[in-house]
């Protein structure tokens, strides 16, 4: 192979200088808390209104990409801990330009998605508080979110934790209430039978495509804790038991509630999609102050996951540059924390948020496009990675292997199989078919400055 494209092996983990400050605790619940996000809270109304009851065919299909992608997630971040995830295990397997691109549109994904987040957190502090402006409000999360964490990885893990444990205690009460009601036991509710289930299929096809597309990017969150395992104490363990938990997560979490709201609630309820599927789940119940009490849970999942995407992307950043492929001013280290990282990616963040009150209509909207399928391309770089991989580690360290991908390789190439679908039904919807053309326009510019700088420091 010419030497121009052949990939250095990236260290052992990039986060030596990074302090291990993660607790077995923490990253348990940072795992729970990555898969209840607002996407679930909030997206999954759209869904919903989109697909009726087939959602939770929806999501099953998705729940089951999403297991297996973290599963191979899981065997490279057991074998290679690194903060850069996924972005290092692409450079291992593939090379430099893989890995600048994976990560660097992630980062481009993490940072918009805490200017969202800030926004969607704002609205509803200032729905409770009329007269208060939203860009003060988004300005209070930034800085203490960015204040958070700019201390130690401490700070970062004890958020979560409590954020994680507010998410996942409210959506189990959820389960056990709406569990209680199907079946005629909740005191005040009549069981709803099964007559909401009755129209499947109400939009046919169509209607499922949008279900599953709507399905897979609220799964979006669970590989934070594969970045924040670098930084724990046993980062090994830390990842192995979190993609071990993975399925039960995603069956309990996502496909549980989803069966538990559309038996609950009349799928083409304008209240879905309104007020969302949980709060209308809970006003259908008639809970006094519960609809108002899953609205504080759904400003904590915001909360925590500007919180989680900020530390994300800064540790991606720091591990970008301690590859040699990003600003070394980045990779700045004080106090075990990447502090200019954290800081460049608060401010972008700021950027975003700016850019939806001046330019909402042009770039702000170029930029949500250019974010759309990012998730995607990641996942795609994944299995591409761990398909390599496997064979390398089995003849050179097999004792690495401590999470093994199921039936490899047959359910690694149904993973890209399943992914080369979900592009295909990108590329038939109108809505996403832009989406997908502005993140295949980004990722392939990536890609090329990639090579480039791959070439560059080949010949030097």
């Not at 987040?117 to 402006?133: K, Y």
């Not at 201390?151 to 959506?171: D, Q």
Request: with cysteine; aromatic share 10%; glycine share 12%.
């Amino acid at each position: 192979m010419p030497s121009t494209t052949q990939a250095p092996t990236p260290p052992e983990s990039d986060a030596a200088a990074l302090s291990h400050g993660l607790k077995q605790r923490h990253l348990s619940m940072i795992a729970l808390g990555g898969v209840i996000g607002a996407g679930l809270f909030v997206g999954s109304g759209a869904g919903i209104a989109a697909a009726g009851p087939s959602i939770v065919v929806a999501y099953v299909l998705s729940g089951l990409l999403v297991m297996l992608v973290m599963r191979m997630l899981g065997e490279m971040s057991a074998a290679y801990p690194s903060s850069g995830s996924f972005s290092a295990h692409a450079e291992r397997a593939i090379g430099p330009w893989a890995g600048f691109t994976a990560g660097w549109s992630f980062w481009v994904l993490l940072c918009t998605a805490v200017g969202l987040e800030g926004i969607g957190a704002a609205e509803i502090v200032s729905g409770w508080l009329p007269g208060t402006p939203e860009w003060a409000w988004v300005v209070l999360f930034m800085v203490v979110f960015c204040a958070t964490n700019l201390a130690a990885v401490r700070n970062f893990g004890e958020f979560e934790f409590w954020f994680a444990a507010l998410k996942v205690g409210a959506i189990s009460l959820f389960l056990v209430l709406g569990v209680l009601a199907i079946a005629g036991v909740l005191p005040g509710t009549d069981s709803p039978g099964t007559g909401h289930l009755a129209d499947f299929l109400p939009n046919g096809g169509e209607g499922l495509v949008i279900g599953i597309l709507a399905s897979v990017f609220a799964y979006g969150g669970l590989e934070t804790v594969t970045i924040a395992a670098a930084e724990s104490e046993d980062p090994v363990r830390g990842v192995a038991s979190a993609v071990r938990t993975a399925m039960w997560r995603i069956a309990l979490f996502y496909i549980g509630s989803m069966a538990v709201i559309v038996t609950l609630v009349p799928w083409d309820s304008k209240a879905v999609v309104e007020k969302g599927p949980y709060v209308a789940a809970l006003d259908e119940l008639g809970i006094p102050g519960a609809g108002q009490l899953m609205n504080v849970v759904v400003l904590v999942a915001l909360l925590s996951a500007m919180n989680a995407n900020i530390y994300g992307s800064s540790r991606i950043a720091y591990s970008l540059v301690a590859r040699g492929q990003g600003p070394e001013a980045l990779g700045r280290v004080s106090g075990g924390v990447p502090r200019v990282a954290v800081l460049v990616s608060c401010a972008f963040g700021f950027v975003c948020v700016g850019l939806s009150y001046w330019r909402p209509d042009d770039v702000f909207s170029w930029l949500l496009n250019m974010i759309g399928g990012v998730i995607l391309v990641v996942w795609a770089f994944i299995a591409v990675s761990q398909l390599r991989l496997r064979g390398r580690l089995e003849r050179e360290a097999p004792e690495r292997l401590t999470v093994r991908m199921w039936a490899f390789p047959v359910l690694t190439w149904v993973a890209m199989a399943g992914m080369a679908a979900i592009f295909v039904l990108m590329a038939r919807e109108p809505d996403t078919r832009v989406q997908l053309y502005f993140t295949g326009g980004m990722t392939a510019v990536l890609a090329a400055v990639g090579y480039a700088w791959q070439r560059r420091r080949a010949v030097r």
